[in-house]
């Protein structure tokens, strides 16, 4: 399966988000780990010191957070909000309402990066197979796609927007 080179779509407000986050990591976040490591350090033997493990655990992952957060925001591509609005078509930034083949409820994905982590609705990236076969369709529009155990799933567009 070929990684996606497509840059990474963000609102404007989710883009000063991870701006925010990956400022307060690079700054208090290294300092702050930097001191609980020192003060681990200070308790002795760190081949049995629990905490001295711990905090270089977490420095770990906020470092890996810090690159996955400078990656995003290097390519990022800020989406107009007011662009989206007007849109018949479902496109990065968009929510959709789908609803599955035999089924009469209506699900609400944001189709997006999962960096928006949208309050009211699940995200769904644009380069999922779900995501893929959106793009670029109408309310009416009935689409399939390959489920990740093997199934064709088939899903109907009931409303873009909201």
């Given amino acids: 399966m070929a990684v996606s080179e497509d840059p990474i779509q963000l609102t404007q407000a989710t883009h000063e988000r991870l701006q925010a986050e990956l400022e307060d990591l690079t700054t208090r976040g290294r300092v702050d780990i930097a001191r609980d490591i020192e003060s681990a350090r200070a308790l ?8 001295y493990h711990a905090a ?61 982590r949208h309050e009211k609705h699940d995200v769904v990236s644009p380069s999922s197979p779900l995501g893929q076969a959106l793009l670029g369709k109408a309310v ?23």
Avoid: C, H, W
């Avoid at 909000?81 to 209506?106: C, K, N």
């Avoid at 009935?142 to 109907?156: C, D, I, K």
């Fill in 44 to 51: 002795g033997d760190l081949s049995e010191n629990g905490d």
């Fill in 56 to 116: 270089k655990d977490f420095q770990g992952k906020m470092e890996s957070r810090i690159r996955q957060l400078e990656r995003t925001l290097k390519d990022a591509q800020i989406v107009d909000d007011a662009e989206l609005a007007g849109s018949d078509t479902v496109s990065p930034g968009t929510v959709v309402g789908i609803r599955y083949e035999g089924d009469e409820e209506i699900e609400r994905y944001l189709v997006g990066s999962i960096e928006e």
């Fill in 140 to 162: 009416g529009a009935v689409v399939e796609f390959l489920s990740p155990s093997g199934s064709t799933l088939r899903v109907e567009i009931v409303e873009i927007g909201g």
